[in-house]
């Protein structure tokens, strides 16, 4: 899609920063802007979007320590932990992503393993409706589609 353009929003300045480096080593940095922003506040000052991607931390406090430890030794903790639940950010996220979100746009977003109802109820509180269940190779929802309700 050579005519996009996007912005990149990490609340780790260092994954701004390698996000960057990624963008400028690939030959896309004109038309990739990455900036650090906590994406539970303000994103409509962004403009409004076509396309969201979003892969916030959902996994529940207490599940950590048992994460493998490739993903628990390395991924800093504020990217896995989702609150007791797991479900913290997303209530924090979902009337962001509905106040971004273009009238004809789209919001896809990774879940945790068994979230997608929750997650579609969060989201439906905020003016979203689910428009795709996306599963993974073992058939678990992964990926949730939204859209602002008509």
């Known amino acids: 899609m050579p005519s996009a353009a996007g912005i ?15 963008a400028a080593r690939l030959g896309l940095a004109p038309r990739a802007e990455f900036r650090q922003h906590d994406f539970t506040t303000g994103l409509a000052a962004f403009g409004q979007f076509d396309v969201i991607l979003s892969n916030p931390p959902y996994i529940p406090r207490d599940e950590i320590a048992e994460l493998a430890p490739d993903v628990r030794l390395y991924d800093p903790m504020p990217a896995l932990d989702g609150g007791e639940d797991g479900l913290a950010l997303w209530r924090g996220l979902m009337p962001q992503l509905a106040s971004a979100l273009a009238t004809d746009g789209a919001a896809f977003v990774e879940v945790g393993a068994g979230q997608d109802a929750a997650v579609s109820d969060i989201a439906a509180a905020a003016g979203l409706s689910v428009a795709g269940h996306f599963a993974d190779l073992a058939g678990i929802t992964r990926c949730l589609q939204f859209v602002n309700k008509v």
């Open 8 to 22: 990149g929003l990490d609340i780790n300045r260092q994954a701004v920063a390698m996000a960057r480096h990624n």
